[in-house]
T-cell receptor, first 112, second 114 residues
Framework: GQSLEQPSEVTAVEGAIVQINCTYQ??????LSWYQQHDGGAPTFLSY????GLEETGRFSSFLSRSDSYGYLLLQELQMKDSASYFC?????????????FGKGTRLHILP | DADVTQTPRNRITKTGKRIMLECSQT?????MYWYRQDPGLGLRLIYY???????NKGEISDGYSVSRQAQAKFSLSLESAIPNQTALYFC?????????????FGDGTRLSIL
């Protein structure tokens, strides 16, 4: 089966850097995605890593290590508007199957 | 106008009723998805479709059915609603180059079954 583990909550200070980790277990791993969701809003796609390494998009970076079944989302220069839930998701491909499985999400609290 | 539109936005209904949730998109994407979100459980995939009339089961398809009669529309039905189907439902789309991860979400439908 598939499973994803990420912390339920993380707290950081405005202007600081925070890292949200995600470990996964899946039989047909094909990539790791990250999504942001503000309270009452729809998820927003942030990034996708299919290969090992770091992908940077502005203040957000995402990292993947396939050998460790591990990835993280790095948020720099935190702003109050970054307070949200962040979900990692794996693309799981098998015979005749191709779907995205989400983790339970990490609630990020930002203190002024 | 929103790229992915879900109707209705809110619905309260009784156990045993048939309910249809509609999703339409103007992105021109081939792939569409229905997810369910419950507090503390994240998003769970109900059904997905790669093209018109293509239907695939997700993690939690029991009690649900879908229809994809046109590229722009993907509807989700609850044939006989039960209270544990009370949740927030999201429709999403992705293009063929998107690695099959949902890229654009609708604003969600909050469904309550009494």
């Amino acid at each position: 089966g598939q499973s994803l583990e990420q912390p339920s909550e993380v707290t950081a200070v405005e202007g600081a850097i925070v890292q949200i980790n995600c470990t996964y277990q899946t039989s047909g791993f094909y990539g790791l995605s990250w999504y942001q969701q503000h309270d009452g809003g729809a998820p927003t796609f942030l990034s996708y890593n299919a290969l090992d390494g770091l992908e940077e998009t502005g203040r957000f970076s995402s990292f993947l290590s396939r050998s460790d079944s591990y990835g993280y989302l790095l948020l720099q220069e935190l702003q109050m508007k970054d307070s949200a839930s962040y979900f990692c998701a794996v693309r799981d491909m098998g015979v005749g199957d191709d779907k995205i499985i989400f983790g339970k999400g990490t609630r990020l609290h930002i203190l002024p | 106008d929103a790229d992915v539109t879900q109707t209705p936005r809110n619905r309260i209904t009784k156990t045993g009723k048939r309910i249809m949730l509609e999703c339409s998109q103007t992105k021109g994407h081939d792939r569409m998805y229905w997810y369910r979100q419950d507090p503390g459980l994240g998003l769970r995939l109900i059904y997905y479709s790669f093209d018109v009339k293509d239907i695939n089961k997700g993690e939690i398809s029991d009690g649900y059915s879908v229809s994809r009669q046109a590229q722009a529309k993907f509807s989700l039905s609850l044939e006989s609603a039960i209270p544990n189907q009370t949740a927030l439902y999201f429709c999403a789309t992705s293009d063929r180059d998107g690695g099959n991860q949902p890229q654009h979400f609708g604003d969600g439908t909050r469904l309550s079954i009494l």
